[in-house]
């Protein structure tokens, strides 16, 4: 079992930023991927970002250049670094994590809102 804790979340004006945190803690040797999805209001669940133990990355294209992600695998944490936010990055961030089998776990959300 691996139980996954995200912070960080809240309001900032647009062209603001925001970095959420995630930690991780259980069954974590396991652990071998991580990443962010995001969910906004009456639309399906989407990728933001991905990372593995390896530090190989992925993002969605809507977010690329502004996002970062990185993970500390001493503090079995990952991050994702959020700059000039829009509108439409509004939505709850759900950290996630595989482990070999596989299977994928979640936190349980946190809600970022970008407005004036």
């Known amino acids: 079992q691996v139980q996954l804790v995200e912070s960080g979340g809240g309001l900032v004006q647009p062209g603001g930023s925001l970095r959420l945190s995630c930690a991780a803690s259980g069954t974590i040797f396991s652990l071998y991927a991580m990443g962010w999805y995001r969910q906004a209001p009456g639309k399906q669940r989407d990728l933001v970002a991905a990372i593995t133990r390896g530090g190989s990355t992925n993002y969605a294209d809507s977010v690329k250049g502004r996002f970062t992600i990185s993970r500390d695998n001493a503090k079995n944490t990952v991050y994702l670094q959020m700059n000039s936010l829009k509108p439409e990055d509004t939505a709850v961030y759900y950290c996630?994590?595989?482990?070999?089998?596989?299977?994928?776990?979640w936190g349980q959300g946190t809600q970022v809102t970008v407005s004036s």
């Open positions: 996630y994590g595989d482990v070999t089998g596989p299977t994928r776990y």
